[in-house]
C-alpha cells in the first residue's frame, strides 16, 4: 500500500499500520507524500449535512467526443506462470524486470487444521460416522477469567451461586466465599463467622438466605452475620457436598457419609441407607419439575425420592454410571445426571439415554450441570466444558479461552453469560460465541489481515500482510505464498471470476489461481503498477485493477489504463464498485470519488457535498445505494440522489448524506463496508465496528443512523481496532461477519451479529455503601440492637479484623450523634438514619445488577432538598454530597444499560430511593430560638421607657435648637464633613473586604445571621446606656457638691468604663459578622479573560494610597516586576482584585510594624511581579518586613486567625485570599525567612 505518508504533515488518511517497511516502498512514499501535501492543503471543508453550502455540478470529461481522451489500449502479454508443488520441493527461475536471474525455492502450501476433541491420552475422539469433533467455533472464544489478581479469595473455585439481587458467589476449595456485584470481590471466610474455609456448595432459599455447605458443616448467612450447623449443634453430618430446596420449602442437604439431611427451618431429619437410601455417600443432590428429588451416591447410582420413598438405579437400569456428581433439569422435564468417568444421562421419568466423548462431550468425568432458559445444556468436565443444543455438543478448552480445563462448577447470571469455577484457574466467564478470534495459531498466515473473500465453493480467502493467502474451508487452513508462486505475500485484495480462477492483488503484482498454478502478471507484462490495491470484475467480465498510478482495466488480452493523465481525480485507487450497467465508482484516496461508463468520467469531491476527499472504501448495497467511507466520516448516496446525478440533473442540495461520530460513529475512519442481512449495514472504523439499520424502506434516505450499536474494546468486545486494509472485511453467505483486526491477539475476528447476548430485562439497582465525611462506618456500632457476631461481621469485613473496645469508644466519639433505627442486609445500608450537623457530608456507592459488563450501564441521581435536577447522565457509581443543611432528604438513582438489548431493557428503570434526616447546629435549634425570644422579651421594657424619655427630651431640645440654629448649622456642617470622611474609609475598608467570606457559603451566613440580631441590641443599648450616662451627669452637675454625688459620680465613672469597653468590642465583632455576610454571598462576576499586569497595577496602586489615606501611613518603594509577554488570562477581576488588596495591605502592616520597631535606619520595600511560566503564570508579592515565625506561618490561611493586635484585623484576609485562588484552580506559596522578608507567589493557569 502506498499510504504510508510518514513523510507527510497535511495529512489526508492515516498511516496503514500494517503495512511492512519493505525497500520497494520508499520511493512512492516521497512521491505520494509531496503531492497529498498540495492537495490537503488546498481541499475545501466538508460540507454539513443539511447545510447550504452551494452544490457545485461534477467534474466531467467526455470520452466519445475527444480522440485525446480515448484511454490508451496495449496488449498483455503472457503471464508467468508457476506451477504449485505438490509432494516436494521444486525450483523454478525466471528473469525479472531488471534482467536479473531470480530463482525460486518452491514448497507445497502449508495446511493446519483447527483443533478437535481429544481423549485423556491425547487420541483424536471419533464420532461413530469417523468424524472428529472440532472445539469451539475453530479459534479463540469470549471468556474473560476472574482471579485472585482481581480480588477473588482463591483460584480453586468448588460452587458457584446467583442470588435473587443479581450477585454471584464463588465458594472457593479453602479460601472461603467471594460475592461479586460486577465491580469488586467481598470476601468471606472464618474470621467473620464462616463455619469453614473449603466450600463444597451454595444455595439461596425462598428467603434469600445464603446457605454454605462445607467439609466442616452448614453455615446459613442472612446478609448480617453467619449461623452455623455443626456436629456439636445437632447437625448429623459435617460434610455438605449439595443443596437444594423443595416445593414445600425445607431444604435437602447431601452429606459425605451421613446420607441426606432434611431440614424443615426448626431441625434437621436424616435419611439413610436404613430408610431406602442407595448410599450414605451422596454427592449430588437434584430435583426434576414434578418435585421429585434425586440423590447421587458415589457408587451406588442414584435414588429418586416422591416424598414417600426411595427408589434406586444403576447401570443396570441404563444410567451412565454409578458415580453420580451432578444434576441438571431441562425446561422440557428431562433430568441430567452427570457421572465420575461414564459420560452424562439423560432421564426422562422411564427410559436413559447416553452421551459421551464418543458423542462430542468434551470430557466422561462430569462434575457440573447447568442449563440454560433456551434448553441449552452446559456441562464443567475434566477436560473442558460442553454446550448441548439438543442435536450436538460443543466443546471448549484452554486452547479456546477457558482458564483452566477441570471445571467444578457453572453459573448463569441475569444476561445470559456463563460462568465457570475451576480447579485453579479461578472463574472464568464466558460471553456468549457472537465472537470468535483467529491468529497465526490457528493456522492463518500472518495476523494482520488485508483482504477477504468467500468463493463459490464457499471456502473463505484471508489475504495478509507478509504472510501470503491462507484458505478456509471450515476446518483447516491452508497457506500460499511465494513459496508457491503467489506474486507477493502482501495480498490487498482479491476476486474471482466466472470460471471460478481467484485473483490476488499484492505488493508485487497480479496473480491468478486455477488451483494448481498460479499465472503472475507484473509491470513486464503491461501493468502500470505492481501494487494492486483493489480488484473488481466489472458486468461485461473485465477486470479492473486499482493501482497507486491510477487503475488498469483488463479486457481478455488487451489493458487500458486510466489514471489522472486522463482526468481520473487522484491516482491512489483503494476501493472499486460494479454496477450492473458495466459502470464503475473510483475511490481514490488523493482525489475524491469517480464515475466511470466508458463514455464521460465524472469526479465528486466536498464541492459536490461528498463528506471529505479522501476516499478509502465504496460499497454497492443490494438496493443500489452507495455508501463511501473517507477519513473524516461516511457518506450516502441514495439510489434516487445517485440516478439523479448521473442523468446530470440540476440538485440544489446536498445529495450526500453524511455522518461522522457527532451522529455516534466510533470514529471518523471509514476503513470497511459491508451489508449484513438486507436491512443493516456493518462500517468498520479504526476503533471497531458500528452496525444500525439501512435507509428507510420507503423513502430511501437513512437521515440518521437507527439501532446504532458499537462493537469494540470499550464495550466488551475483541475488537479495539481494525485493520487499515479496505478490504478486510466480509459478510459470508451464512451471515457471517469476518474482519481483520489491528491487534495480534485478535487478528481474525468471526462475528456472529444474530448470536450476540442482548438483555431482556432492565438491571437492578442497589446500594452498595454510605460513607460519612469520607469514612467507611460500621452501622452496627451504632445499632443497639446489633448482636455481637452481626458487629465481629461488619467490622471483619470492611477493616479486615474485629474492633477493640477502645476503639469502638474512639468511632462512636467520632461520629456522637448519628442515630439509625435498623441495618439492610448484604449491603449495609442505614435505616432512617438521622446526622448531626457536623456530619453533613455524605458519600454514596451504589451499582446494578449487571456484573458482566457494568461499564456499559448508565445513572442519574439527585438529592431531593439538595439538588434541583437530576445529575448529568454518568457512569459513575458513587455520589457525593456536602454541607447539607438541616432538613429531610430523600436519595434518589436510576440506571439503564445502553449494550444490546430487546424490548424496554435499554430503557431507565424505576429510582430506588434513601431517606435521611440532618439535624440543625446547636444555634438553630429551637431551644436556641426560644432563648432569643426570652433575650429579647426582657429588653423590649427597658427600650420602649427610653422611647417615650427620648420623645421628651426631644420636645425639650426643639425649644433651645431655635435659639442655636445658626450654631446648629454649623455643627450639623461639620457632622456632615465627619460622616463622609467616614464613609469614604468604610467604602475603602469594603472594596478590601468585599466577598471575603464567599468560601463559608451557606453555613456562614446563617450563623453570621443569627449572631447579627443579639449583637445589634448589644451594639444599640450600649450606645443608648452611654447617652443615658452623659443626661444622668448633666443632672448630677445641677446639685450641690456632696459626698453622695461624688460616689454616684465615681459609680457612673466605672458603668462608662465598662459600656465604651462593650461597645468597642461589640464593634468588633459586628465588623467580623459584616465580613463574613459580605464573603457568604459570594461572587457573580464570570471568567474572562483578563490583562493581568494592568489589574495589579491598578490596585497596588489603590492600596498604596489607601494605606496612606489611613492612620500612621509609611513611605514604601514600591517596585513592579511585570513580564510583558503575559498575555490575557482567564479569570474573574473582581474577585482577584481582592487577593492582590489583601496581600499588600498585609505587607504595608507588616513592614510598619518593622519601621516603628527599627527607626530611620528601615527602608521598606514591597516587590509585585508576573512571570509567564508556559501553561501557568506566577505572581509574586514581596515585602522586607520582619517575616512569620514558623509556629504561626501553618495557620495563616485558618479562617479568623490574626497576628493583628487589638481588633486591627478580623482574621479573615488570608483566609479569603485563599479561596479565591483555590476557585480560580491555582496555588498559593508562603515562604519567609524571620526577621527578613516574606514572599507570597501565586500559580495559575493560563486558561
Same mark, same amino acid.
Given at each position: 500500500m502506498a499510504i504510508f505518508f510518514e513523510n507527510f504533515k497535511g495529512q489526508v488518511f492515516?498511516?496503514?499500520?500494517?503495512?511492512?517497511?519493505?525497500?520497494?516502498?520508499?520511493?512512492?512514499?516521497?512521491?505520494?507524500? /509531496?503531492?497529498?501535501?498540495? $492537495?490537503?492543503?488546498?481541499?475545501?471543508? +466538508?460540507?454539513?449535512?443539511?447545510?447550504?453550502?452551494?452544490?457545485?455540478?461534477?467534474?466531467?470529461?467526455?470520452?466519445?467526443?475527444?480522440?485525446?481522451?480515448?484511454?490508451?489500449?496495449?496488449?498483455?502479454?503472457?503471464?508467468?506462470?508457476?506451477?504449485?508443488?505438490?509432494?516436494?520441493?521444486?525450483?523454478?527461475?525466471?528473469?525479472?524486470?531488471?534482467?536479473?536471474r531470480v530463482q525460486l525455492e518452491l514448497t507445497p502450501p502449508k495446511s493446519q487444521p483447527l483443533l478437535v476433541l481429544k481423549d485423556p491420552n491425547e487420541q483424536v475422539v471419533l464420532s461413530s460416522e469417523g468424524e472428529n469433533f472440532l472445539l469451539g467455533e475453530g479459534g479463540i472464544s469470549q471468556f474473560m477469567a476472574f482471579t485472585t489478581d482481581q480480588g477473588l479469595a482463591l483460584d480453586g473455585v468448588n460452587s458457584v451461586l446467583l442470588d435473587r439481587r443479581g450477585h454471584l458467589w464463588f465458594g472457593t476449595n479453602g479460601g472461603g466465599i467471594s460475592r461479586y456485584d460486577g465491580n469488586s470481590f467481598t470476601n468471606f471466610n472464618t474470621s467473620q463467622g464462616l463455619v469453614g474455609n473449603t466450600i463444597r456448595s451454595l444455595w439461596e432459599d425462598q428467603n434469600g438466605t445464603i446457605w454454605i455447605g462445607t467439609l466442616t458443616g452448614l453455615s446459613k448467612f442472612d446478609g448480617h452475620s453467619f449461623y452455623n450447623y455443626t456436629l456439636e449443634n445437632g447437625l448429623p453430618n459435617d460434610v455438605i457436598f449439595g443443596i437444594t430446596e423443595d416445593q414445600n420449602g425445607a431444604l435437602w442437604f447431601a452429606t459425605g457419609g451421613g446420607g441426606v439431611l432434611r431440614f424443615d427451618g426448626k431441625e434437621f431429619t436424616q435419611f439413610t441407607t436404613k430408610d431406602g437410601l442407595a448410599d450414605d455417600f451422596v454427592m449430588a443432590v437434584g430435583q426434576d419439575l414434578d418435585g421429585n428429588l434425586y440423590f447421587g451416591t458415589n457408587g451406588a447410582g442414584m435414588s429418586r425420592f416422591d416424598g414417600n420413598s426411595f427408589v434406586s438405579f444403576t447401570e443396570s437400569d441404563g444410567l451412565a454410571g454409578n458415580r453420580v456428581r451432578s444434576f441438571g433439569t431441562s425446561p422440557d422435564g428431562a433430568l441430567w445426571i452427570g457421572t465420575i468417568g461414564n459420560g452424562v444421562s439423560r432421564f426422562d421419568g422411564k427410559s436413559f439415554e447416553n452421551f459421551t466423548q464418543k458423542d462430542g462431550l468434551a470430557d466422561n468425568i462430569v462434575r457440573a450441570i447447568r442449563v440454560e432458559e433456551s434448553g441449552q445444556v452446559w456441562f464443567g468436565t475434566e477436560h473442558g466444558i460442553s454446550r448441548f443444543d439438543g442435536s450436538k455438543f460443543v466443546s471448549y478448552t484452554r486452547e479456546q479461552g477457558l482458564s483452566a480445563n477441570s471445571v467444578l462448577d457453572?453459573?448463569?447470571?441475569?444476561?445470559?453469560?456463563?460462568? $465457570?469455577?475451576?480447579?485453579?484457574?479461578?472463574?472464568?466467564?464466558?460471553?456468549?460465541?457472537? $465472537?470468535? #478470534?483467529?491468529?497465526?495459531?490457528?493456522?492463518?498466515?500472518?495476523?494482520?489481515?488485508?483482504s477477504t473473500l468467500q468463493d463459490q465453493v464457499g471456502n473463505l480467502w484471508f489475504g495478509t500482510s507478509g504472510g501470503g493467502v491462507s484458505r478456509f474451508d471450515g476446518k483447516k487452513f491452508t497457506t500460499y505464498s511465494l513459496n508457491q508462486g503467489l506474486s507477493g505475500d502482501v495480498v490487498y485484495a482479491m476476486t474471482e471470476d466466472d470460471e471460478g480462477n481467484i485473483w490476488f492483488g499484492t505488493g508485487g503484482g497480479l496473480s491468478k489461481y486455477d488451483g494448481l498454478e498460479f499465472s503472475n502478471f507484473t509491470a513486464q507484462n503491461g501493468?502500470?503498477?505492481?501494487?494492486?490495491?483493489? *480488484?473488481?470484475?466489472?458486468?461485461?467480465?473485465?477486470?479492473?485493477?486499482?493501482?497507486?498510478?491510477?487503475?488498469?482495466?483488463?479486457?481478455?488480452?488487451?489493458?487500458?489504463? *486510466?489514471?489522472?493523465?486522463?482526468?481520473?481525480?487522484? +491516482?491512489?485507487?483503494? #476501493?472499486?464498485?460494479?454496477?450492473?450497467?458495466?459502470?464503475?465508482?473510483?475511490?481514490?484516496?488523493?482525489?475524491?470519488?469517480?464515475?466511470?461508463?466508458?463514455?464521460?468520467?465524472?469526479?465528486?469531491?466536498?464541492?459536490?457535498?461528498?463528506?471529505?476527499?479522501?476516499?478509502?472504501?465504496?460499497? =454497492?448495497?443490494?438496493?443500489?445505494? *452507495?455508501?463511501?467511507?473517507?477519513?473524516?466520516?461516511l457518506s450516502f448516496l441514495s439510489q434516487r440522489a445517485k440516478k439523479n446525478l448521473l442523468d446530470e440533473i440540476s440538485i440544489d442540495q446536498n445529495p450526500f448524506e453524511n455522518f461522522n461520530t457527532s451522529d455516534g460513529l466510533p470514529d471518523n475512519v471509514i476503513l470497511q463496508i459491508e451489508q449484513l442481512d438486507g436491512k443493516k449495514m456493518a462500517i468498520g472504523t479504526n476503533l471497531g465496528i458500528a452496525i444500525f439499520d439501512g435507509p428507510n424502506a420507503e423513502t430511501g434516505t437513512l437521515n440518521q443512523l437507527e439501532n446504532l450499536e458499537i462493537f469494540n474494546s470499550n464495550t466488551g468486545y475483541p475488537v479495539k481496532d481494525l485493520t487499515d486494509g479496505q478490504n478486510g472485511m466480509l459478510v459470508d453467505n451464512q451471515g457471517i461477519l469476518w474482519a481483520g483486526t489491528g491487534s495480534n491477539k485478535t487478528a481474525l475476528v468471526r462475528f456472529d451479529y444474530q448470536a450476540r447476548l442482548r438483555n431482556k430485562q432492565k438491571p437492578d439497582l442497589f446500594l452498595r455503601q454510605l460513607r460519612v465525611n469520607e469514612e467507611i462506618i460500621p452501622w452496627t456500632s451504632f445499632y443497639p440492637s446489633a448482636t455481637t457476631e452481626e458487629q465481629v461481621f461488619e467490622e471483619t469485613t470492611f477493616f479486615g479484623k474485629g474492633l477493640g473496645k477502645e476503639e469502638k469508644e474512639q468511632l462512636r466519639s467520632r461520629f456522637q450523634g448519628i442515630e439509625i433505627e435498623g441495618i439492610s442486609g448484604f449491603f449495609p445500608i442505614p435505616e432512617n438514619l438521622?446526622?448531626?450537623?457536623?456530619?453533613?457530608?455524605?458519600? *454514596?456507592?451504589?451499582?446494578?445488577?449487571?456484573? #458482566?459488563?457494568?461499564?456499559?450501564?448508565?445513572?442519574?441521581?439527585? =438529592?431531593?432538598?439538595?439538588?434541583?435536577?437530576?445529575?448529568?447522565?454518568? @457512569? @459513575?457509581? +458513587?455520589?457525593?454530597?456536602?454541607?447539607?443543611?438541616?432538613?429531610?432528604?430523600?436519595?434518589?438513582?436510576?440506571?439503564?444499560?445502553?449494550?444490546? +438489548?430487546?424490548?424496554?431493557?435499554?430503557?431507565?428503570?424505576?429510582?430506588?430511593?434513601?431517606?435521611?434526616?440532618?439535624?440543625?447546629?446547636?444555634?438553630?435549634?429551637?431551644?436556641?430560638?426560644?432563648?432569643?425570644?426570652?433575650?429579647?422579651?426582657?429588653?423590649?421594657?427597658?427600650?420602649?421607657?427610653?422611647?417615650?424619655?427620648?420623645?421628651?427630651?426631644?420636645?425639650?431640645?426643639?425649644?433651645?435648637?431655635?435659639?442655636?440654629?445658626?450654631?446648629?448649622?454649623?455643627? @450639623?456642617?461639620?457632622?456632615?464633613?465627619?460622616?463622609?470622611?467616614?464613609?469614604?474609609?468604610?467604602?475603602?475598608?469594603?472594596?478590601?473586604?468585599?466577598?471575603?467570606?464567599?468560601?463559608?457559603?451557606?453555613?456562614?451566613?446563617?450563623i453570621a445571621h443569627e449572631i447579627k440580631n443579639p449583637l445589634n441590641f448589644v451594639n444599640n443599648f450600649s450606645g443608648l446606656s452611654l447617652e443615658f450616662l452623659d443626661e444622668i451627669e448633666e443632672d448630677l452637675q445641677k446639685l450641690e457638691p456632696s459626698k453622695e454625688v461624688e460616689n454616684i459620680q465615681d459609680l457612673l465613672a466605672d458603668i462608662r468604663t465598662n459600656l465604651e469597653k462593650i461597645k468597642h468590642h461589640g464593634g468588633r465583632a459586628d465588623s467580623i459578622v459584616k465580613s463574613m455576610l459580605l464573603h457568604s454571598r459570594g461572587s457573580s462576576g464570570a471568567m474572562e479573560p483578563t490583562d493581568l499586569n494592568a489589574l495589579?497595577?491598578?490596585?497596588?496602586?489603590?492600596?498604596?494610597?489607601?494605606?496612606?489615606?489611613?492612620?500612621?501611613?509609611?513611605?514604601?518603594?514600591?517596585?513592579?516586576?511585570?513580564? @510583558?509577554?503575559? /498575555?490575557?488570562?482567564?479569570?474573574?477581576?473582581?474577585?482577584?482584585?481582592?487577593?492582590?488588596?489583601?496581600?499588600?495591605?498585609?505587607?504595608?502592616?507588616?513592614?510598619?510594624?518593622?519601621?516603628?520597631?527599627?527607626?530611620?535606619?528601615?527602608?521598606?520595600?514591597?516587590?509585585?511581579?508576573?512571570?509567564?511560566?508556559?501553561?501557568?503564570?506566577?505572581?509574586?508579592?514581596?515585602?522586607?518586613?520582619?517575616?512569620?515565625?514558623?509556629?504561626?506561618?501553618?495557620?495563616?490561611?485558618?479562617?479568623?486567625?490574626?497576628?493583628?493586635?487589638?481588633?486591627?484585623?478580623?482574621?479573615?484576609?488570608?483566609?479569603?485570599?485563599?479561596?479565591?485562588?483555590?476557585?480560580?484552580?491555582?496555588?498559593?506559596?508562603?515562604?519567609?525567612? =524571620?526577621?527578613?522578608w516574606t514572599r507570597f507567589t501565586i500559580t495559575l493557569p493560563k486558561h
Open positions: 492515516m498511516p496503514f499500520k500494517f503495512f511492512p517497511r519493505q525497500h520497494f516502498m520508499k520511493p512512492i512514499l516521497r512521491y505520494f507524500g /509531496g503531492i497529498l501535501l498540495i $492537495f490537503s492543503c488546498t481541499s475545501e471543508p +466538508s460540507p454539513e449535512q443539511g447545510g447550504t453550502t452551494p452544490i457545485k455540478p461534477p467534474q466531467k470529461i467526455l470520452f466519445s467526443t475527444s480522440q485525446n481522451s480515448e484511454l490508451e489500449t496495449g496488449n498483455l502479454s503472457q503471464p508467468r506462470i508457476i506451477p504449485i508443488p505438490k509432494g516436494s520441493t521444486q525450483y523454478y527461475s525466471y528473469t525479472d524486470e531488471n534482467g536479473e457453572i453459573g448463569i447470571d441475569q444476561s445470559g453469560k456463563v460462568w $465457570f469455577g475451576t480447579d485453579g484457574g479461578g472463574v472464568c466467564r464466558f460471553d456468549g460465541n457472537s $465472537f470468535t #478470534s483467529f491468529t497465526m495459531n490457528q493456522g492463518l498466515g500472518a495476523n494482520i489481515i488485508l501493468l502500470i503498477s505492481t501494487e494492486i490495491y483493489s *480488484l473488481i470484475h466489472d458486468a461485461n467480465g473485465n477486470l479492473w485493477l486499482g493501482t497507486e498510478n491510477g487503475v488498469n482495466i483488463l479486457a481478455g488480452n488487451q489493458i487500458k489504463h *486510466l489514471g489522472p493523465d486522463k482526468g481520473l481525480a487522484g +491516482s491512489v485507487v483503494l #476501493s472499486m464498485q460494479a454496477e450492473p450497467d458495466g459502470s464503475v465508482w473510483i475511490a481514490a484516496v488523493d482525489g475524491g470519488l469517480n464515475y466511470f461508463d466508458g463514455k464521460r468520467l465524472l469526479t465528486f469531491t466536498t464541492e459536490q457535498g461528498l463528506i471529505d476527499n479522501a476516499v478509502i472504501q465504496i460499497e =454497492l448495497d443490494q438496493k443500489g445505494n *452507495l455508501w463511501i467511507g473517507t477519513e473524516h466520516g438521622i446526622l448531626p450537623y457536623k456530619h453533613n457530608h455524605i458519600n *454514596l456507592d451504589f451499582g446494578t445488577n449487571e456484573i #458482566s459488563k457494568p461499564f456499559l450501564v448508565e445513572y442519574q441521581y439527585i =438529592l431531593e432538598g439538595y439538588d434541583e435536577e437530576w445529575s448529568p447522565v454518568l @457512569k @459513575k457509581t +458513587s455520589a457525593s454530597f456536602g454541607n447539607i443543611q438541616e432538613g429531610e432528604y430523600t436519595f434518589k438513582v436510576k440506571a439503564r444499560f445502553i449494550g444490546p +438489548s430487546e424490548g424496554d431493557a435499554g430503557e431507565w428503570t424505576e429510582p430506588i430511593s434513601f431517606s435521611f434526616t440532618v439535624l440543625p447546629p446547636l444555634y438553630r435549634t429551637w431551644w436556641a430560638y426560644g432563648i432569643y425570644s426570652i433575650l429579647f422579651l426582657s429588653l423590649a421594657y427597658p427600650i420602649h421607657r427610653y422611647q417615650r424619655q427620648r420623645t421628651i427630651r426631644a420636645e425639650q431640645e426643639k425649644n433651645r435648637e431655635r435659639e442655636l440654629k445658626q450654631a446648629r448649622e454649623i455643627e @450639623k456642617a461639620y457632622a456632615k464633613l465627619e460622616v463622609a470622611h467616614e464613609n469614604l474609609k468604610s467604602t475603602q475598608a469594603q472594596l478590601i473586604q468585599q466577598e471575603k467570606l464567599a468560601s463559608l457559603g451557606q453555613l456562614t451566613a446563617g495589579v497595577q491598578e490596585y497596588v496602586n489603590l492600596s498604596f494610597h489607601g494605606m496612606r489615606a489611613n492612620k500612621n501611613p509609611i513611605n514604601v518603594d514600591i517596585q513592579l516586576e511585570l513580564s @510583558k509577554d503575559l /498575555g490575557q488570562i482567564n479569570m474573574n477581576s473582581e474577585d482577584f482584585s481582592r487577593v492582590i488588596l489583601n496581600l499588600t495591605k498585609n505587607a504595608f502592616d507588616a513592614m510598619r510594624e518593622k519601621l516603628q520597631k527599627e527607626g530611620s535606619s528601615y527602608h521598606p520595600i514591597l516587590k509585585v511581579s508576573t512571570l509567564d511560566l508556559g501553561n501557568s503564570i506566577a505572581l509574586t508579592v514581596e515585602d522586607n518586613g520582619p517575616g512569620i515565625p514558623d509556629e504561626i506561618k501553618d495557620k495563616l490561611l485558618m479562617p479568623f486567625f490574626t497576628t493583628k493586635k487589638g481588633t486591627e484585623g478580623t482574621g479573615l484576609g488570608l483566609s479569603i485570599t485563599h479561596d479565591i485562588i483555590k476557585a480560580h484552580k491555582g496555588e498559593l506559596e508562603i515562604t519567609t525567612q =524571620l526577621g527578613e
